[in-house]
C-alpha cells in the first residue's frame, strides 16, 4: 500500500491549476512549474482584431494552444488532442476550445458505433442542464473576489453564473458546435463584467467533460 505522503504526491501531480495574465508579453508562457504537473501561469496575448465567437477558430491563428490537460480519474496527462485558447484586448476576454474527433470515428464513413457523433448533446435553453452533456467549462475566480464560471454543451448551448448564481447573465458572445471532426467552442466577454482590466493576473481553470470517454 501507498503511504500518505505517495498518495498527496500522486494527488497533487494529477490536479492542476493555472493563472494567467492578461496582456502582451513576450515569449507567451510565463513561468517553470515548481514541480511535475505543478499549477503554473500563461499569458493571454493581446489580439488587435477582435476575435468573432463563431465557433470556426479562425481568428485563433496566431494564439497559441494550451493543452496538458489532466485526466481527473487516474490524475495522468490526457493523450486526446484538446487546446485551449485564451487572448485579450482592452475590452473583451476571448475564450476558445477545441477537440479533434477520434481518428477511427472520423474515418468511418457509416458511423455505426456513434451515429450521432462522438459527443453527448442535447439541445438546451440558456443556464440549462448543460452538466448533463459533454461539456467544456471555463472558470476564472477574478480581482473583484467573483467566481465566474461559463459552460458550453457540445451543441454549443451556455450556462453562466456568477458565485453558482445562474440567475447572473453576462453580456457574452458565444457559439459551440460539434460534428463527426471535431468540437469547438468561442467565448467573448467583456472585462468589466468579469472586473478585470488588462494586466491582471486571475486563477483560471478549464475544464472538459466527455462523458463517454473521460473527463479532464
Known amino acids: 500500500p501507498l503511504a500518505a505522503e505517495e498518495i498527496r504526491a500522486l494527488f497533487e ?5 493555472a493563472k494567467f495574465q ?16 505543478a499549477g503554473h501561469a500563461f499569458v493571454a496575448p493581446r489580439v488587435v482584431a477582435p476575435i468573432i465567437a463563431d465557433g470556426n477558430l479562425e481568428d485563433w491563428k496566431n494564439v497559441p494552444a494550451q493543452s496538458c490537460l489532466i485526466e481527473r480519474r487516474i490524475g495522468i496527462l490526457d493523450d486526446d ?19 479533434e474527433v477520434d481518428q477511427s470515428i472520423q474515418s468511418d464513413p457509416t458511423h455505426i458505433y456513434y451515429p450521432t457523433g462522438e459527443f453527448l448533446v ?3 435553453d440558456r443556464d440549462g442542464d448543460v452538466h448533463a452533456d459533454d461539456y467544456v467549462e471555463f472558470v476564472l475566480k477574478s480581482k473583484d473576489g467573483h ?8 451543441n454549443g448551448n451556455l450556462l ?5 448564481d445562474k440567475a447572473w447573465n453576462a453580456n457574452v458572445k458565444w457559439r459551440g458546435r460539434s460534428d463527426f471532426k471535431d468540437w469547438t467552442a468561442e467565448l467573448a466577454v467583456p472585462l ?5 482590466k ?7 481553470n478549464a475544464v472538459r467533460s466527455w462523458k463517454l470517454f473521460k473527463s479532464s
Open 160 to 164: 453562466d453564473s456568477r458565485d453558482g
Open 192 to 196: 468589466a463584467e468579469l472586473g478585470l
Open 13 to 17: 501531480r494529477g490536479h492542476v491549476s
Open 122 to 124: 442535447t439541445p438546451r
Open 147 to 154: 467566481v465566474y464560471r461559463f459552460v458550453l454543451n457540445a
Open 81 to 99: 488532442p484538446t487546446g485551449v485558447y485564451v487572448a485579450c484586448d482592452d475590452q473583451n476576454l476571448y475564450l476558445g476550445f477545441r477537440c
Open 22 to 37: 492578461l496582456g502582451n508579453i513576450p515569449d507567451g508562457m510565463v513561468t517553470k512549474p515548481e514541480r511535475e504537473y
Open 198 to 204: 488588462v494586466g491582471d493576473t486571475v486563477d483560471f
